[in-house]
């Protein structure tokens, strides 16, 4: 008896079981063909972008049905060596193989995006989806791949599959989600009204409308910094989301031991974004420097650095005349207000979260732009350090206390307070 409508209300219930990845900020990736509308329901209710997983399997070349590996974009190649040793497949014959499903992998991959480039995986949380999955050989392979693109965390989501396939692919994913997994299972379709076969022109359809949704979502940026006293000139790497309609951008400068994939300042992020304004998320040191402690500490460096990235987003096509805020967490809430009170960099707002603002020192009476200063009612020595800074500042300024909440308001409802109390900020500071 059939348990879905459609693929597009399969997607819709599988969405709702994944709504707790939300705050990751996953990429959701679809099985073309059938795995893309089910996949477009999930990217839409997770705020997420789509793409598809474009894999073909490596078939022994005297056994086509048995597959040796795997190949993805990319260049991206995952053999079974054991399957490899006990068929004897030698390296040239591997490499026939691969070289004629490479060009179908080529050639669907343009069909299907055009010329839009694929959705960046590499440290990401990535959302595996397809219609159904019956043996699993192809939903195996596009975990293999999604793997080695560099995926922080896999997640297999599907509607129906049956049990024993499930358990085959638990292994490969760090989360499998499937809404039935019913006994009696012989194909996929049996279990939808309407399994009617998706066409490359929906698959073009789905990723088109998908891309305007989330215009520049996620946009992976390389920003060139000069040298800064005896450190020379880098490249730092953020991501920035720019919401359609955006009329303010915020930059987080994030503190020590933390980075951009800071789960604590995506989620910030993304309820910043989900009331219309643009974020930069980036590192105000590269990894080498992150090693130094010295560097994390050194606050004048990180402020004339988050000048310069200011200087260098005020120039980007895609945020040509926004107004800009700061967020600061720990010591990057002192290279925020450092860099507010340079001339050079006009700030509409700072919202310091957990942060050490008395590290910005004699810069505190020079900030202009109004600072929200946001502590936990138990982090008792940053809770007084930032008083201390609030009497020395002159500009608009309020400390707001979360009760309950420590340092790094991992207390139940301490973060989401904290998140709400900035995004009321900056909508009041820097949009019309």
């Known amino acids: 008896m059939p348990i879905f409508r459609d693929r597009r209300d399969a997607g819709r219930l599988l969405a709702a079981r994944l709504g707790a990845l939300r705050p990751e900020r996953p990429v959701v990736v679809g099985l073309p063909r059938g795995g893309v509308p089910v996949a477009a329901e999930v ?3 997770l705020g997420a ?21 795997a190949i993805g974009e990319g260049g991206v190649r995952v053999l079974n ?13 591997i490499a026939e193989v691969e070289a004629r499903e490479r060009v179908e992998i080529e050639r669907r991959a343009r069909r299907f995006r055009g010329d839009r480039p694929a959705v960046e995986l590499d440290g990401r949380t990535v959302v595996v989806v397809d219609d159904g999955i019956a043996t699993g050989g192809t939903a195996r392979a596009a975990l293999e791949v999604v793997r080695a693109h560099g995926a922080r965390t896999v997640v297999l989501a599907v509607p129906v599959a049956p049990p024993d396939t499930l358990a085959a692919l638990s292994d490969l994913a760090d989360e499998v989600v499937c809404l039935e997994s019913p006994a009696g299972f012989n194909a996929v379709g049996q279990w939808y009204e309407d399994f009617t076969q998706t066409s ?17 979502w996620d946009e992976e940026v390389t920003i060139p910094v000069g040298p ?6 880098v490249e730092l790497v953020g991501t ?11 930059v987080f400068a994030h503190g020590s031991g933390s980075s951009r994939h800071s789960p604590r300042n995506r989620y910030v992020a993304q309820v910043l974004q989900d009331v219309g304004l643009a974020t930069l998320l980036f590192d105000l040191l590269t990894r080498d420097e992150e090693t130094d402690r ?4 050194d606050v004048d460096l990180l402020g004339t650095r988050l000048v310069a990235v200011t200087e260098w987003l005020r120039e980007h096509p895609d945020t040509p005349g926004l107004a800009v805020g700061y967020f600061g967490a720990s010591t990057g809430a002192a290279a925020a207000l450092w860099a507010a009170a340079a001339a050079r960099a006009t700030i509409g707002a700072v919202v310091s979260r957990g942060g050490r603002p008395d590290l910005a020192g004699g810069r505190l009476p020079e900030v202009a732009a109004p600072t929200l200063l946001i502590v936990g009612g138990d982090d008792d ?8 800074a609030a009497a020395a500042m002159r500009c608009e300024h309020v400390v707001e206390v979360i009760p309950g909440a420590t340092h790094l308001f991992e207390e139940p409802g301490a973060l989401e307070a904290a998140a709400r109390l900035a995004a009321d900020w900056f909508l009041d500071h820097l949009t019309p």
């Open 294 to 297: 010295a560097n994390v500490f």
């Open 240 to 250: 920035l989301t720019v919401p359609a309609g955006a009329s303010a951008v915020v």
């Open 200 to 216: 490359d022109n929906e698959v073009v359809r789905l990723l088109d409308e998908a891309a305007a949704r989330s215009v520049d």
């Open 81 to 93: 060596d054991e399957v490899v040793r006990l068929t004897g497949v030698g390296p040239a014959e």
């Open 49 to 69: 972008p789509l793409d598809v997983i474009v894999v073909r399997k490596l078939g022994v070349p005297f056994q086509p049905e048995l597959g040796m590996g």
């Open 381 to 388: 020595v940053v809770l007084e350090l930032n008083r201390r």
């Open 43 to 45: 990217a839409e209710f």
């Open 228 to 233: 800064v006293g005896p450190v020379g000139p």
